[in-house]
């Protein structure tokens, strides 16, 4: 007999899995107080510190990424799947959660097939454009699977395959679309992005230096926080300029914003669609299979947002000649409004509530 109580979660790698998986937790919680949720992931990653610093426990399993790896490197991931399983196994069958749920990571394979084994319902999160080999393979014999507007889980996966949006923590609210621009925020994801820092405040200076007046807050993550406050003094920006490792309150933060540079991961493009705030899109190249870029060309083939790609030679050129466009006093107005309503088109408000009623109610 199940475990009534229970719901295992697998939600690992970067922000884009682990943040849809924290708001379905919160979301069971807040409608059914006294179930436990458990969470499935690996040390050393982000979900190490992120999962329970949001009040929710996490069990470490070992996994390691085996696409694109030598020889050796799937030796090892294959044998970590296997011990994994393993240990799986007896967990499901000890403790008989009522399901799993999988947003993804490469741990999410053994903790998919252990529950399968055991009879227990598989759901899918599917959070990106370009759906993860996990997922793909886990679809095989899940129950549902939710995705993202345009995702190919919608043609690739086996199971029913349902367009409602990511899951989200906060409240987003449609931004207005103020006269006059003031405000820049960057953002280089759950764990920052050296280059849109670097190139970032070295645009910020260039249009200070052509005599814009804007204010500019930026997510540096940990990693680079310390570089970027030397890059801030050497280059003489002083309080308009604004640097944070991480932001905890970013509802508040695309509230506050009239442009955002961004990268595309999925996480990031769900809250922006929430939001409409008109945004530059710089896709991570080493994106597991190029997503990002999948992701950012397909909004800005509706006209969603502007993406500048970090690979060319006059990246730091196109990334000034798109916000000076954007912050013009003359035509910047227009071209942010059509962005804001082109956006719009990709918002998925009730995500959260529809996946976790969808689960609850195939129980």
């Known amino acids: 007999m199940k475990n009534k109580n229970k719901i295992w979660i697998v939600a690992a790698g970067t922000g884009g899995h682990i943040f849809p998986g924290i708001a379905l937790a919160k979301e069971f919680k807040l409608r059914h107080p006294n179930l436990e949720i458990e969470f499935f992931g690996t040390k050393d990653r982000l979900e190490e510190k992120l999962i329970p ?56 394979m053994p903790v998919g097939l252990a529950c399968w084994l055991r009879g227990i319902p598989v759901f899918l999160v599917e959070p990106n454009i370009r759906a993860g080999i996990s997922n793909k393979i886990l679809s095989q014999f899940a129950y549902k699977a939710f995705t993202i507007p345009g995702s190919d889980a919608l043609q690739k996966f086996k199971c029913s395959t349902f367009d409602t949006g990511n899951p989200v923590m906060g409240r987003f609210e449609l931004n207005p679309i103020r006269k006059e621009a003031q405000n820049i925020l960057i953002l280089g994801g759950s764990q920052g992005a050296k280059i849109l820092c670097s190139v970032g405040l ?42 944070q490792p991480f932001f905890h309150d970013v509802p508040e933060k695309l509230k506050w914003a009239d442009v955002i540079v961004a990268r595309a991961g999925a996480m990031t493009l769900t809250e922006l669609s929430l939001t409409c705030v008109p945004s530059i899109l710089v896709p991570f190249p080493a994106a597991a299979d190029d997503h990002q870029r999948v992701n950012a060309r397909i909004l800005e083939s509706d006209g969603a947002v502007r993406v500048v790609d970090e690979k060319e030679k006059d990246f730091e050129n196109l990334l000034e000649s798109n916000l000076r466009e954007l912050l013009s006093s003359t035509q910047g107005h227009n071209a942010r409004s059509l962005l804001a309503k082109n956006m719009n088109k990709f918002a998925r408000p009730q995500a959260t509530q529809r996946i976790a009623s969808e689960i609850l109610n195939s129980l």
Do not use: M
């Open 202 to 243: 070295k645009v910020f200076k260039r249009l200070q230096e052509k005599g814009f007046s804007f204010r500019l807050l930026l997510q540096s993550g940990e990693k680079n926080l310390e570089d970027s406050l030397a890059l801030k003094k050497q280059l003489a920006l002083g309080d308009e300029c604004e640097i």
């Open 53 to 108: 610093k949001h009040g929710f426990p996490i069990t470490f399993l070992k996994a390691k990424q085996w696409k694109g790896k030598n020889f050796l490197n799937r030796f090892g991931a294959v044998s970590a799947l296997v011990e994994s399983l393993i240990l799986l196994f007896k967990k499901a069958a000890f403790e008989k959660p009522l399901c799993l749920i999988s947003v993804g990571g490469y741990v999410s």
